[in-house]
């Protein structure tokens, strides 16, 4: 199937750190040479996290590493007026009202503190399936009624038509938090469809939620997500720890008030991810990285 159009999808709730700018990089490599769209999608419903020297952050390190896209906002302003997901709530609820209507719903009041005295690590047990606690009540998230150990089919990039399980960290994922605005996993899957995305380019540590994510989506009566193609690249470790998670020392603002220039900062990408030779742009990126990543023929 045509790639025709893919997204960064960035969250603003710290700085951009190494491990964003190379799941980027990746996503624009694989763009160039599907000839697909890029999108700048700026993941912002969980508000609570969200700074505005994040979202300019994210700016600021596009424009810094001369990444390019063709369709989102170009700056911050622009980002609010038109971008921001809280513009796009009522194509959430449509989707939550669609689960409901379909009895795939239910309403849980659970504390962190109940999750954890249930799960060492908060998955969760099924507590509220069947206490049929009005939907609507306050202090209360929205979970879906999954199936246990059901079987989710991704298209991936690089081999094909794959089959996992649910993980059972997802089992009765979020759809609605507490707060009442969507979870990640419907939010993002609803704007992939809803932007026409079909080439997905995440960290393996969200190859959990892909899976949730096309779960959830073929529950719904118009799934589009199921035509999209998956790649998820590996994280990139150092010192025993992940990238993505030591965001303080690896902020790329911190690297550039220490001085760092644009063609180190590439240099560094293309360490992590192994590339042959020293690459200092984006076409050097590209060329070496595709040339080090199969493509199943399917
Ligand atoms: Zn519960």
């Known amino acids: 199937m045509k790639l025709h159009k893919t997204r960064l ?3 603003p709730s710290g700085y ?19 000839g697909a769209k890029i999108l700048l999608r700026i993941d912002d419903l ?18 810094f590493l001369e ?12 980002f609010l007026k038109d971008y921001s997901q809280v513009h796009r709530i009522p194509i959430y609820k449509d989707i939550i009202y669609e689960l409901i209507d379909k009895n795939l719903i239910f309403s849980c009041d659970c504390s962190r503190k109940t999750l954890l005295n249930k799960h060492p690590k908060k998955w969760y047990t099924g507590t509220c399936l069947h206490r049929n606690i009005p939907l609507w009540k ?16 991704l298209n991936t990039y690089s081999k094909g038509q794959k089959s996992y399980i649910l993980p059972r960290a997802m089992d009765f994922f979020m759809v609605q938090k507490k707060d009442r605005f969507a979870s990640y996993q419907l939010a993002s899957m609803a704007d992939d469809m809803n932007f026409g995305i079909n080439l997905i380019v995440r960290g393996m540590d969200l190859l959990p939620s892909t899976i949730a994510q096309v779960y959830l989506s073929n529950q719904l009566d ?18 025993g720890k992940k990238l993505s998670k030591s965001i303080g020392s690896y902020s790329i603002s ?4 220490a001085g760092m220039k644009k063609e180190s900062i590439y240099q560094l990408a293309g360490k992590y991810l192994n590339l042959k030779s020293t690459v200092s742009n984006l076409e050097e990126f590209s060329s070496l990285f595709l040339s ?3 493509q199943s023929s399917k």
């Open 292 to 294: 080090s990543i199969p």
């Open 16 to 34: 951009l750190h190494l491990g964003n700018v190379i799941s980027f990089l990746i996503t624009v490599s694989l763009a160039k040479k599907h």
């Open 222 to 239: 118009d799934n589009k997500f199921i035509h999209s193609t998956f790649h998820h690249h590996l994280l990139i470790k150092k010192e």
């Open 254 to 257: 911190q690297m550039r008030k």
């Open 138 to 153: 306050s202090q209360t998230s929205l979970r879906l009624k999954t199936e246990k150990n059901a079987s989710v089919d």
């Open 46 to 63: 969980d508000q609570k996290r969200v700074r505005s020297e994040y979202i300019q952050d994210i700016f600021d390190t596009l424009e």
């Open 9 to 11: 999808a960035p969250t």
């Open 67 to 78: 990444i390019p896209y063709d369709e989102g906002p170009r700056d911050s302003k622009e």
